[in-house]
C-alpha cells in the first residue's frame, strides 16, 4: 500500500502540530482510494484540545465528509495526530475510536492513520533538498490490518508514505512566518469563532503564491 501526500495536506498537517506543540492535536485526511493506495489531497484540522468522542467531534466529522464529497467527489481516508508527549508516536483509545469511524465510512474500509513524530518532522524541515522526496517526512503509518482490532505501525509492502517533493520545503518557508501559524484554524477555532474557517483558505492561499 503506498499513501501519496500532496504538498497542501503535509503542510496544514505539520502547520496544526506546530501550533499546538504541547497539546494533542488532531485532524482529518481527505482523498481518494486508488486499488489499495490512498491519494491524499488535504488535510482538515479538527482539535487541539483533550478528546473525548462527544457530538462536537461527530459534527466536525460530518462536515469535513460533506465538504470532501463536495470537493471533487473525494472521501476521509484517515486521521493524523500528533501527540502532546514528544516521543509518544502511538494512537490513544478516543484517536482509535475516530479512527474507526472514519475507517468505517471509508471506501473498501480502506484509511490509515499519519503520526506525526516531532522530531523526526524537525529534521525534514531541515532537509534542503527540494527535487526529490525526502527522506524523512516525520510521519508514522498506522493501519488496521485484516480482521484485526487494533491499529498497527506498518512498513514495507504493508504501507508506506510518500510526500510530495515540494512539500517540506514549502513547510518550512511557512514555519518561518508568524502569519502561517496564525492563519491555520481547526474546527475548535471554528466553534470559538464561527467567523473562522476550519477549510483553511488562508493557508491555501499561501501556498498558491
Request: net charge negative.
Amino acid at each position: 500500500m503506498k499513501v501519496s501526500l500532496s504538498e497542501r495536506a503535509y503542510v496544514k498537517l505539520a502547520l496544526h502540530a506546530a501550533k499546538h506543540p504541547t497539546r494533542d492535536a488532531l485532524g482529518a485526511l481527505v482523498g481518494r482510494v486508488k486499488g489499495e493506495d490512498l491519494e491524499v489531497t488535504d488535510a482538515l484540522p479538527m482539535t487541539h484540545t483533550p478528546l473525548s468522542v462527544t457530538p462536537t467531534v461527530e459534527i466536525a466529522l460530518e462536515q469535513f465528509a460533506h465538504h470532501a464529497c463536495l470537493d471533487g467527489d473525494q472521501n476521509l481516508v484517515g486521521l493524523y495526530v500528533a501527540n502532546e508527549r514528544l516521543g509518544n508516536v502511538g494512537l490513544g483509545p478516543n484517536v482509535c475510536v475516530v479512527a474507526d469511524v472514519i475507517r468505517n465510512a471509508a471506501p473498501n474500509n480502506n484509511a490509515v492513520a499519519l503520526v506525526v513524530d516531532a522530531e523526526k518532522l524537525n529534521d525534514a524541515l531541515d532537509e534542503t533538498e527540494s527535487t526529490t522526496e525526502p527522506k524523512n517526512h516525520g510521519l508514522i503509518l498506522m493501519r488496521r490490518l485484516g480482521d484485526g482490532s487494533t491499529w498497527e505501525t506498518v512498513g514495507g509492502q504493508s504501507g508506506v508514505v510518500v510526500v510530495e517533493p515540494s512539500a517540506t520545503r514549502s513547510a518550512k518557508a511557512l514555519f518561518a512566518s508568524p502569519d502561517a501559524l496564525r492563519s491555520l484554524v481547526d474546527f475548535d477555532d471554528h466553534l470559538d469563532d464561527p467567523a473562522r474557517d476550519w477549510r483553511n483558505p488562508g493557508v491555501d492561499g499561501m501556498l498558491a503564491k
